[in-house]
């Protein structure tokens, strides 16, 4: 299975029967090098919660592709009534899919909806335990360092996505002790270097972790699973 990261939070993950992507977040991203009309394509575009640099390219995707949109029960019914296919999950919740199984996992985070006409409610942040091929993969989504993630090293990730910017999320100092409490076999950092305020040193987050593989993936680059 591949992991591409995108840039940001947006990652492509593939498989024999399976092209999901995560927090597309592709047009206006300053630093993916691929534009939304590469992903022609799409089973499943999961989304962490609302801010505008997770739902991203959401809408024109789905509405391209008809890919099934996984998310929090809130953010689903906004969808919903727009017409799109969406399957609601809320925290904690575990779903069996023909592709595998899904779990929400909280985040600590916002979730409002920007729209012309003022915030929608967008329900809580979540992240993802995307279960494929026998392999767990965790995308945090937006969140601070939190006790919870203490819970996710009986899940035995394989790869856990983790945002390390700080400002918004966890920075590399707090993203460390999360690798510490997940204890994943490998871990991507995401959601940095975007804007200059979430600009973060990944050598320096490398070597705050002696216990899990730390892959750093440019923009376009993939990890193979
Ligand atoms: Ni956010
Ligand atoms: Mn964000």
């Known amino acids: 299975m591949k992991i591409q990261f995108i840039g ?15 927090d597309p ?19 499943h575009i999961f989304i962490t919660h609302g801010h505008g640099d997770h739902l991203g390219d959401t809408l024109s995707l789905a509405k391209k592709t008809g890919a ?10 906004f969808l919903n009534r727009q ?16 592709f595998g199984i899904v779990k929400m996992t909280p985040a600590l985070h916002g979730s409002s909806i920007e729209t012309e006409n003022g915030f929608i409610y967008g329900g809580n942040p ?16 937006d969140t601070g360092l939190t006790m919870d993630m203490k819970l996710l090293e009986i899940e035995n990730i394989d790869v856990a996505l983790l945002p390390i910017g700080g400002n918004f999320t966890m920075d590399i100092e707090d993203a460390a002790r999360a690798v510490d409490f997940i204890k994943p076999k490998k871990v991507v950092p995401m959601h940095y270097d975007t804007f200059p305020v979430i ?10 972790i002696s216990s899990s593989k730390v892959i750093v993936l440019n923009p376009g680059e993939s990890l193979n699973i």
Do not use: V, W
Request: positive net charge.
């Open 83 to 98: 017409g799109f296919n969406t399957h609601a999950m809320h925290i904690g919740g575990r779903h069996p899919f023909d």
């Open 68 to 77: 099934l949109i996984i998310t929090n029960y809130e953010i689903a019914c």
């Open 126 to 141: 979540c992240g993802f335990i995307i279960e494929l091929n026998g392999k767990k993969i965790y995308h945090a989504g």
């Open 199 to 208: 600009k973060a040193n990944t050598n320096d987050f490398k070597k705050r």
């Open 25 to 43: 977040f592709i047009t206006g991203n300053p630093q993916a090098t691929l534009t939304s009309t590469h992903f022609n394509t799409l089973t």
């Open 8 to 22: 940001h939070s947006c990652f492509y993950i593939e498989d024999k029967h399976f092209k999901g992507i995560i």
